[in-house]
């Protein structure tokens, strides 16, 4: 199918709502809505509202009766939206669950593949849309080589290269640093130039889109709460939308106040250290840093320049490249001097580690055993679990999902539920990568200022993000590592 050919398609919602078969309550219901052919609508909603649900239920990859309960219609082109696929091209808030193949080339040709698209064609097509994105590595890279913001590049990248009829885009930019933010805006809007196809994007984060789109629409607990242009709903609905967690440019939520008192001593230190994320390739090199007591060290930095891997290393996760992590006396109090060393045991009790992919450590089947795990390990009683277990449910929205399955839950929702089990171990230290990500301003300014919180008990703080309002909002002293080679 050439460009000419495609041809942008219409989505109709009547009455739809889906409920996962293991939770408790509508992940969405009662939502009608119809976006014509070409349209270019912002999709936004408090976390957990079901915007990553009502795109999935359009891609027609939410399963079938076994996996959850359906009501009403959901139609692409007067379709059933599950047999329209091929109609849809999507990009998940977790790129890792999109990478299929081995090599960066064939992964981006996949789609195209499934579709029968024409070799020749097909590698054309490869070629155009990783320049699109701003994805420069050969066709052979290995994909378990790139870091979590390049994978994002390559799941947009191999919905660009099948054309779709509709793109629907869940959070695109939520772990790209700001360069990589506008170069996936730019190649969206330039593909939108060429061929007009019917646009979706959610993102918490609206003021990169709104430039690109030309309809807003909010849902929340009765369907469609807001839908208009922007101006419209923004200016008319800004700070009821505000109120209910919706980021909205004017309405920045509160910060906390400055650390209560000086940075004490340092519990990890790093001294001419190298890390590599695949052994034997080191990503950043001749890095030297202090982590300390009731401090924030943010680790900031463009995408592929080993913000991760140096958060992993200092977690003693990763085994350095080069040089060594050390731990205080504190810390380490009898154990080995570097956390490398340190058995799993060991690290539960001084390290907290939150992965950039929440799904890399969820192990239980609900959210309130997930919890558990941490302090069951360390044979607290069970008094005392429930007890930490409670709070941490209610300071981070999370008790109403006690009973769901760790997977059901929304991007936003299981980044709460990583870190309140990280926090569950009350560690000393705990290093997050991306602890902000998917959360509305809401749950945001919640999550900040527990973190702070945390820092001014003497909790060592280490953050990996691209959110330079968390880096602000909790005073922290930012270590920047250079772009790749």
Request: proline fraction near 6%.
């Amino acid at each position: 199918m050439s460009v000419a050919e495609i041809r942008p398609a219409t989505v109709e919602a009547r009455g739809w709502g889906w409920r996962h078969a293991s939770r408790l309550a509508w992940a969405l219901r009662d939502v009608s809505l119809r976006i014509d052919q070409g349209e270019r609508v912002l999709l936004l909603g408090a976390s957990g509202a079901g915007k990553s649900t009502l795109l999935h239920g359009l891609a027609g990859v939410l399963g079938g009766d076994e996996e959850g309960e359906a009501e009403g219609e959901l139609l692409i082109d007067g379709i059933p939206a599950a047999a329209a696929r091929g109609r849809a091209g999507l990009v998940l808030q977790d790129p890792d669950s999109q990478v299929i193949l081995a090599r960066v080339g064939d992964d981006v040709a996949f789609g195209c593949e499934n579709l029968g698209v024409p070799r020749e064609e097909i590698w054309r097509r490869v070629g155009h849309a990783l320049e699109a994105v701003g994805l420069d590595v050969p066709l052979d890279r290995q994909t378990k080589a790139l870091s979590g913001g390049q994978k994002q590049r390559l799941a947009l990248a191999g919905s660009l290269a099948m054309r779709p009829g509709l793109l629907l885009l869940d959070e695109p930019t939520a772990n790209l640093d700001p360069e990589g933010v506008v170069d996936v805006r730019d190649a969206v809007e330039r593909m939108l130039a060429v061929q007009r196809t019917t646009l979706i994007v959610v993102e918490h984060r609206l003021d990169v889109w709104l430039p690109l789109i030309d309809r807003v629409i909010v849902i929340g607990d009765g369907g469609v709460v807001a839908d208009g242009p922007p101006d419209d709903v923004l200016a008319a609905q800004g700070e009821r939308l505000a109120q209910a967690g919706v980021w909205v440019p004017g309405f920045a939520p509160a910060s906390p106040p400055p650390p209560a008192s000086a940075p004490g001593e340092a519990l990890l230190s790093a001294r001419e250290l190298a890390v590599a994320r695949v052994r034997g390739v080191t990503v950043a090199h001749g890095i030297d840093v202090d982590v300390r007591a009731g401090s924030t060290l943010a680790i900031t930095g463009p995408n592929g320049a080993g913000k991760s891997t140096l958060g992993l290393t200092l977690a003693g996760l990763l085994p350095a490249a080069a040089g060594a992590v050390t731990a205080s006396d504190s810390l380490r109090a009898g154990a080995g001097l570097t956390p490398i060393g340190w058995s799993s045991r060991q690290l539960l009790t001084r390290i907290g580690t939150v992965f950039q992919e929440p799904e890399h450590q969820l192990l239980a089947t609900t959210v309130r055993d997930e919890l558990a795990i941490g302090p069951r390990s360390l044979g607290l009683a069970e008094g005392e679990i429930s007890a930490r277990i409670d709070e941490l449910l209610q300071r981070l929205r999370l008790d109403r999902l006690a009973k769901a399955n760790p997977y059901t839950l929304s991007g936003g929702e299981k980044r709460r539920l990583t870190v309140a089990a990280a926090l569950a171990t009350r560690p000393p230290v705990l290093v997050l990568d991306e602890p902000t990500f998917g959360q509305d301003a809401r749950t945001w300014q919640e999550l900040v200022a527990m973190l702070a919180a945390l820092r001014d008990e003497g909790t060592a703080l280490v953050t990996v993000t691209h959110d330079l309002d968390v880096v602000a909002a909790l005073h922290a002293e930012r270590f920047t590592l250079a772009a790749p080679a």
